[in-house]
Structure formats: C-alpha cells, structure tokens
C-alpha cells in the first residue's frame, strides 16, 4: 500500500495539490508540518499532523517539523474568529523547547537513512530585515491574491476585521516553504485543511522564485460526532504534557470517546492496520459492552505519547476508581485520579489522635464536628471507600492508605483528600 493509500482509507486525505500522489509514488520525499509554539507543550489537536509525518518516515520519506519560533510572534488567522495574544520572544523560545521531547516519541531524529529534523523558523526570519522582505518575498504577492484566500475573507465579513501584522503571516509561511525547498529540498508542505490557502501560497513562490513545483497536502479538521472541537473538554484543552494533562485523565479522554468516533480516531491516532481495526468496529455492535474498542485507542494512544508504565499506572488508577478498593490502591496512583480534588495536609500526630468527625472538619467535607456527626450518623460519609458509622472513633495508622493519605467522601461526589505528614 502507498502512503496516499494509506491515507486515504485512514480517512487523512482531505485534499492534494495535482502531482502529489505520483510524487510520493515514485521519489523519496521531504516533507513538513509546521507546529505553533502558542504553548510548551502539544496537545491532542497536534496528533493527527503528528502521525502523518510519522507514516510518512515509516514509508521512507524524511520528514521536517518546523516549530514557528518566528510565525509564533504574528499569529495565524486561520481558523480564528479574531487576533490573538501576542507571544513574547521569551515565551516563544520556551515553548519551542517544550516541544521536542514530544515529537521524539513519533519521530526518529537518528535514523540512518531519512532522519526526521526539528526547525525553529526563527532561524531564518528573524534576522530578515522589513525591506528585504518586502522586496524579495512580498513583491511575488498581489493584494487581491491574499484577500482571496479563506481564511482572509473570513476574518473581513466579521466585526473584529484583520490586523496587517495577521494579514502578514501568509506571506511568511509561504517564505517558510521556500526556505526549506531551497536549503533541504523539501517538496510537500502538509497540515489541516483550513491551512490549505497558506499551503498554496508556498507553492507559488517556490513557482515564482525557484521555477520548480512543489505540492501540499491536507488533513480533515477533527471534530467530534456532537460536532464539537476535538481534544476540548469540560475541564479545558488536553495536553501532550503529564503535567498540563495526566496520564490518568489522558487515558480517560480516549476511553470515553463516542461510539461514533472510536473508529475514526482508531484510524487517525493508532498504529493499527485495517484488520485489527475492523476486527474492533466489529466489536461495537456484537460486544458494545465490552468496549474493546475504546479501551484499545485509550491503550494505544498512552502508550505512544507517556509510555507503557504510565499507561499501566493509568489502568491500575481507573480499577481503583471504577470499583477496586482504595485501601489496596497505590498513593500515587490515587493522587493522579484525584489530581483535582481538594486536599489538605495533617502531622500523623494529630491524624491518630483525631475522630472520625474531627478530621472530617480538617478535611473540610463538614464545618463543624457537629454537622460531620450528623452526616456520619446519617450514613452518608466514607473513609477510604468504606461508610463509617461511628463519628467519635479514634483513627489510626491502619486507617491510610500507604500510611500517606486518606480519602474522605460525601455522597457520590463530593471527596476530599488528607495527606499525613511525617513519621
């Protein structure tokens, strides 16, 4: 199978300039995605891009991922409704070496034969000066060419119109491909669709300046089956980095992606070939409630970006919380589960030497001993996963888990965690 074919019935292929798919058919290609430094870390929106260079290297190509260390300070109007936050050169040179790290996990920098490389378009743009660009790179360019493009006129029919300095950042990726044409050969500029007008602007100039031709390739923007922006949740964008997003909550995010999706994504972010993938899209309707599928693409997709014992620390965290026992649970894999709930610290001293209701107030699930008892009392507070009864017991050390931390609940919900310091 070509890589256009493998494309194609992944469902990457949303559009092609003429000549790319014999292009890719008959030579070795160097291609690029460009990757916006808006933060120090990618997100799941980053994947579909991601893995195409990805494929491409598998099929032998040499792929380039370009990080706009320059485009960075402009800002892209594609897709925006209006101008964006200006990025400080301090910012953008700290997000940029956020980056590699993730694209190390797709992306081989050492092989032998078509290694992937890493560029900061910074290099080259930022010690250009306003006139040699003017001259050498905007005079290629008529105005009524840059209105007409889509993401232009978008931004024109609305209220908050388009600076010049957006206006701009056509010109600037279009400079972009030419440089990497000229300096490494680069034939094939690929990204999402709503960057197919800044894509043919390259090939343009490379047309007008070098008098060869260049291609450009397009993925379908992802949305999800509600018709919402993928990788968005209620509790915000998710991230590439543990930190920004947690392996656990990384997990969750695929594992509770809609019937509708699973098979979508099972093409578009895995490295599963079409027969395991049909063997799962079987399993939707003949064992829905098994959901191998989903849990497959939450495996999959955690492992390639966090590894394999993340991904196991993941699973054990979602048994934990999906009916396993707190109390056999690891401290740390509770901490990941409950990385946004409330917590406070106690001395073990105070801790063994408290009620029940009285750390319930430390807590803070109640505001006195008085309502804590009555809740206790009320059945409706558990310690560890376990209801308690008796507000005026004494806890002790058997009562931690790992002798580190406690987890109080109220109701179905609403939890709290203690964590015990010192010995």
Known sequence: MSIVDEFEWRGMLYDASDGTREMLERERVIAYVGFDPTASSLHVGSLLPIMALARLQRAGHSPIALVGGGTGLIGDPSGKSQERTLLTLEDVDANVRGMRAQLERFLDFDAVANPARLMNNAEWLRPVTLLEFLRDTGKHF??????????????????????????????????????LHQQYGCTLQMGGSDQWGNITAGCDLIRKVAGTKAHGLVFPLVVTSAGTKFGKTEAGTVWLDPVRTSPFRFYQFWLNTDDRDVVKYLKFFTWLDREMIAALEATLSEASATRDAHRTLAREVTAMVHGTEELARAERASSVLFGGSLRDADPADLLMVFDDVPSTNMSRQAFETSTVAAAAVVAGLAASKGEAARLIKQGGVYLNGDRVTDDRRLLTGADTIGGRLVVFQKGQRERRIVRIEGD
Not at 168 to 174: A, E, K
């Open 142 to 179: 008529t105005v009524n060419y840059m209105l007409a493009k889509e993401s232009v006129k978008r931004r024109l029919g609305g209220d908050e119109g388009i600076s010049f300095t957006e206006f701009s950042y056509l010109l600037l990726q279009s400079y972009d491909y030419l440089v």
